[in-house]
Nanobody
Framework: VQLQASGGGLVQPGSSLRLSCAAS????????IGWFRQAPGKEREGVSC????????RTLASVEGRFTISRDNANNMVYLQMNNLEPEDTAVYYC????????????????????WGQGTLVTVSS
């Protein structure tokens, strides 16, 4: 299993970024994919996830309405569109995967996620 996150950068508050997670080496449409983030000095938190067949999504309350997750099963990609970014969104963002045969995903805990990408840094600052 390989997951490659990209798309991070330095942006001003109110800007947008789209993070990408490229997956390979596994049956992509059998896995839920999640985005997690970890800010300096803070614990990792789940941001958003999407079920195996784009059938279910979950989003952290503090980013609801600003962040949108989507997946392209034909190309083994998951995206996190982030709009109206705030300084509090500054963190390293990771994509992760776990196999599930239900139309479900979770971000309340990272424990189901067995495979992780390397992370991409998002810095929101004026």
């Amino acid at each position: 299993v390989q997951l490659q996150a990209s798309g991070g950068g330095l942006v001003q508050p109110g800007s947008s970024l789209r993070l990408s997670c490229a997956a390979s080496g596994f049956a992509f449409n059998e896995y839920a994919i999640g985005w997690f983030r970890q800010a300096p000095g803070k614990e990792r938190e789940g941001v958003s996830c999407v079920g195996p067949l784009d059938s279910s999504t979950r989003t952290l309350a503090s980013v609801e309405g600003r962040f949108t997750i989507s997946r392209d099963n034909a190309n083994n990609m998951v995206y996190l569109q982030m709009n109206n970014l705030e300084p509090e969104d500054t963190a390293v963002y990771y994509c992760a995967a776990y196999r599930i045969f239900l139309p479900f995903c979770a971000i309340s805990s990272a424990s189901p996620y067995k495979d992780w990408g390397q992370g991409t840094l998002v810095t929101v600052s004026s």
